[in-house]
């Protein structure tokens, strides 16, 4: 199987980054409020990173609002991180393998898309992201479309021959609660009929 990296990478190069950033769109604006309500109801000010950024539009996205101190966009794809320089030398994007890569600071705000379930092993992913990315009182909010119950997106390993990891929105759930998340709520974003939506998972970091 190819690396997900590697895939993408060469989606920057063909100009595929753009079509993600207008079909995730939607979905992750609803995410975005969801986290910025609860984010903002405790701080004045906030950080905000994003994990699997591709070409940083949701780092952009979030470096618009003007409560937003720092934003920063980490991705493994060479390419999607030279676009992003390229059109933004404001905010941080970093060239970064999960994962290994661990934070050099802690973020109020952890947002990632399309990205976790490429890993062999998301749950400690979510694990890092709430012990080593999140501060205290900090939120995340996560995307999905491949999941069980999106029974199209079950072709998609084959179709890309990438490896992905599929879990129920119930399995998924219960990874937050257990990585010691609290307040998880889930919901699927950008619903319409006929169509799954976006499984969005937001959950907090509470003070050891
Ligand atoms: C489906 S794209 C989504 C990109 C962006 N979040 C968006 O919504 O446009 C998945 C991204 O995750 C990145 N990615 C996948 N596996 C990775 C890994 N192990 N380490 C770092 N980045 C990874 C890819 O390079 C790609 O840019």
Redesign the pocket.
Known sequence: MK???D???D??HRGK?EG??RG?GPA?REMMHHALDRVLSQMDAFSFA??????G??VRLAAQHKQCRQADG????TH?IEKAKAVDSENGYHL????Q?QPSQQYNLIH????IY??HDPKQMLQSIHDDWLADEGWAVI?IDHYAENEESLEWPTALDVHMSTFSEHEWIEMWNDVGFEEVHAWRANQSPGKPGTLAIIGKKNQK
């Open positions: 690396q997900a990296t895939v993408f990478n989606w920057a980054d993600m950033e995730h992750v994003d994990l699997g950024c591709g070409n539009w949701v980490f991705d493994g794809a999607m970064a393998m999960f994962p890569t990632s898309m399309e990205f490429y890993l995307g």
